[in-house]
């Protein structure tokens, strides 16, 4: 009897979880951004955000980062996955994914240049200040280790510190789809870059004072700095996550993976 007991309560734990996780997507075929906002570092100029054919051209002339993020949103726990084509690069420039985004910080993952004379393009994730644009510690960080000279081989070897992470990395590709995708699970963040895993951060918030419970939940979203780029495929994948929209199959010559993705279904 036991035995039959635990095993609906199983049964029944299993149903409330799978009923609880949502997946919410969005395509931007509907040409309409009604539920998304900019939010930029440093009160900078408005970006240009437009869809056409179903897809989101965004355009950013300086290194200020712009960010989409979805309104009224506070998530916690997710996997978040997004299409990009990067168009062209306007000097410094970088591609980026925000999570946790709130009034006056986000936890962005960032593909680039960054806002120091590094040598080689980089990933990076840490903490943003919307107010400054400052990414968290990092240039001091590298100051401290011993200035220019040396960033070319702590860059190589990377750099993996509380919530500041820092590696090598290429461009992404002009004119090619590339796929991110990154998993938010607590302190974890793990970000994935044409399905290869890149970069792992560890960001326990109640070690900073300064946050006072800042980045605990907060909005999601994706943005550029120095690039005219191409988004689609939105899709965020989750716990208490609303149930919105689907992908739908475009004539398109993107990513074998996107393909891979539709076939199978999401995860």
Known sequence: MKSA???????????????SAGTYVDTFDDRKLM?????????????????????????????????????????????????????????????????RVTQTRAIVFTIGDIFWDAPLPIVTGTILSLETGNLDGLP??????????????????????????????????????????LKVSGDLLILWVNEKLVLNLICRLDNFVFLKGDLAIGSVGFGIAGYTALFDNFVVTGEGIPNRGSLSVQLQDKLGTTWGRLKHGLH
Not at 5 to 19: E, H, K
Request: glycine share 6%; hydrophobic share 45%; charged share 25%.
């Open 35 to 99: 539920n998304w906002k900019e939010v930029n570092v440093k009160d900078s100029r408005p970006g240009k955000w437009r869809v056409f054919n179903g897809e989101i051209r965004a355009e950013s002339q300086d290194d200020n980062i712009r960010l989409l993020v979805l309104k009224d949103v506070e998530w916690i726990n997710y996997e978040v996955e997004l299409d990009v084509m990067p168009l062209k690069r306007h000097g410094k420039g970088h591609i980026v994914l925000a999570v």
């Open 140 to 181: 001091l960080w590298f100051r401290l280790r011993g200035g220019q000279k040396n960033i070319e081989n702590v860059l190589r070897d990377g750099v993996n510190l509380p919530c500041k992470a820092v590696y090598a990395h290429p461009f992404l590709k002009t004119n090619e789809w590339s796929h991110l995708k």
């Open 5 to 19: 007991t635990l095993i609906v309560g199983c049964i029944l734990f299993l149903f409330i979880l799978s009923v």
